[in-house]
């Protein structure tokens, strides 16, 4: 954690003590697929590489008890629903906190391109009416996705 906080500073320095950073986002799965119980969501400052925040996402519950509203205070489970909807739930969590616990907001945002975590954040609107997170496009997400409908006839 110190270590974020820490990356989260510099990244402030760096962007001329402008708290409105530019971030990526990407998930990472236990399990390849839709079907596994734990997931991370990293935000990375695009201007220095460094990791400013994660949520770990679990589904993943050893209560002895599992009934639905009988879970222990310190229940791992932090997840309901689909596994392919871990990574919105991820990206919105990174977002609401950013404020209150890093004292930053991510404005522009770089995710996959086919990302639906964007559209998510950006009908939230997670830092009011009057800020608008913009999205990067990832030129190599433009290249993979130009390249499976281009066909060169070679």
């Known amino acids: 954690m110190e270590s974020m906080k820490q990356a989260t500073e510099e990244a402030v320095g760096e962007n001329n003590n402008d ?18 119980l734990n997931g991370i969501v990293n935000c990375t400052n695009i201007d220095n590489g460094k990791i400013l925040d994660i949520a770990i996402m679990s589904k993943h519950c050893r209560c002895p008890n599992k009934t639905k509203n009988d879970h222990l205070q310190d229940c791992q489970a932090n997840y309901s629903g689909s596994s392919g909807g871990m990574e919105v739930a991820g990206v919105v969590k990174l977002f609401q906190r950013s404020e209150t616990c890093s004292k930053v907001r991510y404005v522009h945002y770089l995710g996959d391109g086919d990302s639906k975590e964007y559209k998510i954040v950006k009908e939230l609107k997670p830092y009011g009416e009057n800020v608008s997170v913009t999205k990067l496009e990832c030129i190599g997400h433009v290249e993979k996705r130009m390249g499976t409908v281009l066909d060169f006839g070679g």
Do not use: N, V
Request: aromatic content about 12%; overall charge positive.
């Open 19 to 36: 708290r409105d950073l530019l971030a990526a986002f990407d998930g990472s799965w236990q399990k390849k697929g839709h079907t596994s």
